[in-house]
Structures are given as C-alpha cells and as structure tokens.
C-alpha cells in the first residue's frame, strides 16, 4: 500500500510525493531514470514514517472527498474565490462545471459524481466503453527562470527602503520557495483526481483492464501520475491497483507527444499580451510607486511580481500578504494577459501553435479507432508500434503532460477556438478561452467513447468536467459527436498538421 509523502515548508530537498510500490519501479520504464530511483531511495527513510501516519490517514478518506461530490479549490482565509480563480495557469484545481452524465433514458453502466439530464433525440441506452484522460502535473513551486522573473520587483520593493504601512511586511519577507517541486497540495490533486475518476468509470476497470498510465519525463508529472494511481487504487479499496507503465524522455531531440519541445522554428508572439499589459498596469504602477518612493516598478515588474501571491499561498496554505495588493479587477486583467501569452504560444494565435499537439491528437484517434497511429510529426514511433507501451485494446487510458502542451493539442483537436482573436484594448468576460478553467493545476481534458442503442459509436469530450460543444463534428445539445465525425473532422491531425510540421524545421 502507498501513500503521499509531504515534505516541510523549510525541506530544499526535492523528495517524492509519493511511495509507488515495494521496488519503486515503473514497469516498461523508458528513460533514462536510474537517478531519480536513487534518490527515490534516499528519502524512502523518511517517506516510512510518514508511511505510520498516512496508513491510517487515507483509511479514514482524509485525502478523499465526499462521495457525491468533486474536490473543490482550495479555499484561504480572506481570498475570494474570484482571485484564486484567476490565477491562470497558477490556479490550484477546480471544476469548470458540474459534472453530467451522458443523456437521461441512457442506461449507463456508471455510478457517483454525476447526475441526469433530460435528452430528447433518437438514442436510447448509451454504454461508456472507453475513457481517456490527459492530465497536467499539480500544483508546483515556481520554475527557476519563473523565480528569477519574480525576485526582480521584490528586491526593488525591499531595496526602497521607505514605504508605506501596507508594505511593512516586505522588512521581515524571506523568500523560501523552492523550485519546480510538486507540492504537497499538488500531490494531493493528483490523488484526488484518481479516486474520482476510479468512482466515475469504474465500470471499464477489471483484473485485465487497468488503466493504462503514460506520463512525460518530468519529476513533477511522473510524481502527479503516480499520486493518481495512488488515488485510484484508494477508491477501489486496493482492488485494482495501476502503475506508471511508460515515461516518456524529455531529452533533447526526443519525440514525446506529451511534452511540446520538438518545433525549433514556434516563437512565442509577445506583442498582443504586452498590449494589453501596457494598458492595465500603469495605475497599478503609480499606486505602487507612491506607496514604496524609490522602487520605481514599471509595467512588467508588476506582471512579474502578481504570481507570487499565488505560489506563497498554494505553499504555505495562508493567504500571501502579496495577494491583497490587488483587487479582484486587477487580478481578472493580469489572468487576461496570461490568456493571451498562452493563446500566442501554442494555442491558436500561433500559426505553429497547435501543430505540437498534433501527434498526441494522432495516438486519441489510434485509441477511438483501435488502428495503429498514423502520425509523422512527434510520436515516439517505437513506442507507439508496441502493443507493450502503446495497448489499443484497454478501456482506460491516462496521460500526464504539461500545460503549454495541453493547449496546443487542445487547439490541434479545436477545442476552444474563438470566433475573433482576443481584443486586446478591453477585457472579454464572457470568453471561452480562459486558461484558468483550461489548464489550472491537475487541469484535465476527458474523451469519453461511447456505444449507443442504435449501434452507432460517440465521442463526448470533457475539460475539467465542462462538456465541450465540438461544433466542429456536429455534436447534439449533449455534446455526443458521432465516432466517425470527428475522425472526420481531425483534418488538421491527420494530415499531420497541413504542412506545418515541415515549418517548424525549414
């Protein structure tokens, strides 16, 4: 039996969140990973006493959530909602929307978490037969170049000297984050997400059908991805217990579907995102500057230093004194302006964009068809011609990636593509393309296959339990899209991104 391991606020050790098994081996390891198992066992000593208390920990749901209901944000002393909400990609896990069940008169083999709604249309009973999910790594402390980006305005801060009382706290700051480690609260997403998902599908798990778990070769996925299979093996009551069975390497020049590294020529378009921040931050900079002379802030010292309210607050479990710097108006404009760095980097604004998100949009055709995958972009070809690390039989498929990743393949599939670019002189409200409820922390994407009465074949898709409309294939008012329409309508995957994949080398 495993559990998570959660390490102090002062440890700057990077150890496991998590105890995988007996020889902390992943079955059909492909990379380079010897390393990391040995410091897995450096800290095995430690993980063994927390081992005492978290036996007893999960036994009693501790990790758990109640049963007819999905795991919510979590919520800090004094910090609305709204704010958490809008930190972009730092957001730590929420439901975009209430989970509903494939359509009423549908008999679903499927239980908890879920409600009916009424259908009106020609099927009659649906059966889920197969789900695949695509999952980011949880909640982590900042990047190193990220840290370095935010230290910049806060030394100014500190170094003015004199300043008002709202920033008296910047006399006693110490800065003691770490860097790129899953944090406790990330491993506990991760885990979260299994249970639910263990209790949502249960009904495509058997002896001979786990699910099948890839993840990208980075310490904060591989450590997500085993914490889900924690999770899952918790709501079975250790029934089914699944492991990682493939890592994918993140070294340079390696084809890896679940890590977007591979297009040299993709530049990220930063004029659209500074636009925005040069209309939005010159108060924030006044105001700063009048209550701290001499720190003399400038627009991107104040996007630079917002995040930092986030990490101190998803660390240390308390509301940063950071946060309250800001309303809620400034935070929804600095969220914008995150939207639209990710919406020029691999999302639809990038003309080689979502051509990265191609051959993962490749392997979820492979999986829906049951045919082996057509790609020439970034598959990992040996890989994917095994019946070993790449099965087309199993019911239940996960993947743990990273966020930029998920945003070009959820624009290579066409998921939230909007009408019109984004404006750039005004905040848009009513947008789809909010990254907080596309790629928050632990942020999921779930394809649900299903089977229907009139022996036909559906695809409904899932962001963090948002239906989502796929126009694109004629979806109905449930979002069911019929199999082969949205083979249909994957042009731009199968025919390995039009062109573009040549681009990102020429």
């Not at 036994?59 to 795991?71: K, L």
């Not at 778990?213 to 093996?233: C, L, M």
């Not at 945003?407 to 909010?434: H, K, N």
């Amino acid at each position: 039996m495993g559990g998570l391991f959660a390490m102090t606020r002062r440890d700057t050790r990077s150890l496991p969140l998590f105890l995988q098994d007996k020889t902390g081996h992943f079955p059909h390891d492909t990379s380079q990973y010897d390393h990391r198992r040995r410091r897995f066992w450096h800290a095995v000593a430690l993980v063994t006493l927390a081992l005492l208390f978290s036996a007893s920990y999960f036994h009693y749901g501790r990790w758990r959530w109640c049963s007819g209901s999905p795991p919510k944000t979590m919520a800090y002393s004094g910090l609305p909602k709204e704010v958490q909400q809008a930190w972009a990609a730092h957001s730590p896990y929420f439901p975009a929307a209430e989970y509903i069940a494939p359509p009423e008169r549908c008999e679903v083999v499927q239980v908890c978490c879920s409600r009916s709604d009424s259908f009106s249309g020609y099927l009659k009973r649906v059966y889920g037969n197969i789900a695949q999910q695509l999952q980011r790594h949880g909640t982590r402390f900042p990047t190193a170049s990220h840290s370095k980006r935010i230290k910049e305005p806060v030394q100014k801060l500190i170094n003015a000297g004199s300043r008002s009382k709202k920033y008296e706290f910047l006399r006693e700051f110490e800065w003691d984050l770490g860097v790129d480690d899953l944090l406790p609260l990330g491993a506990k997403e991760a885990f979260d997400s299994g249970s639910e998902h263990y209790l949502r599908y249960k009904h495509l798990v058997k002896d001979d059908q786990l699910p099948f778990v890839r993840t990208s070769d980075s310490e904060r996925v591989v450590y997500s991805a085993a914490n889900w299979t924690q999770g899952f093996s918790a709501a079975s009551g250790h029934v089914y217990s699944p492991s990682v069975s493939v890592v994918i390497s993140e070294e340079k020049g390696a084809n890896n579907t679940l890590d977007g590294s591979r297009c040299p020529n993709a530049k990220k378009l930063k004029k659209p995102g500074k636009a925005w921040r040069d209309s939005f931050t010159p108060p924030i900079v006044e105001r700063i500057n009048e209550a701290v002379p001499g720190a003399k802030l400038d627009n991107s010292d104040v996007t630079e230093l917002m995040p930092l309210c986030a990490f101190e607050t998803l660390f240390h479990g308390t509301a940063s004194p950071f946060c309250g710097l800001f309303t809620v108006e400034e935070w929804q404009a600095r969220e914008y302006y995150d939207d639209l760095l990710k919406y020029y980097k691999t999302g639809h604004g990038n003309s080689l964009g979502p051509v990265q998100g191609v051959g993962y949009a490749n392997e979820l055709l492979a999986r829906l068809t049951g045919q082996p995958v057509q790609d020439k972009t970034q598959t990992n070809q040996t890989l994917d011609a095994s019946p070993v690390t790449f099965p087309l039989d199993g019911n239940f498929y996960a993947d743990f990636s990273h966020d930029n990743q998920m945003v070009a393949i959820y624009s290579a599939i066409g998921l939230f593509r909007p009408d019109e670019p984004p404006r750039t002189d005004g905040l848009d409200l009513a947008r789809q393309w909010r990254i907080s409820r596309m790629t928050p922390f632990s942020g999921r994407m779930i394809t649900e296959k299903l089977r229907c009465d009139d022996d036909g074949e559906y695809v409904r898709i899932l962001v963090n339990d948002a239906v989502q409309p796929l126009e694109f294939c004629g979806a109905n008012e449930d979002g069911l899209c019929a199999l082969s329409a949205f083979v249909e309508s994957q042009v731009y995957a199968r025919s390995n991104g039009g062109g573009d994949w040549e681009r990102c080398f020429s």
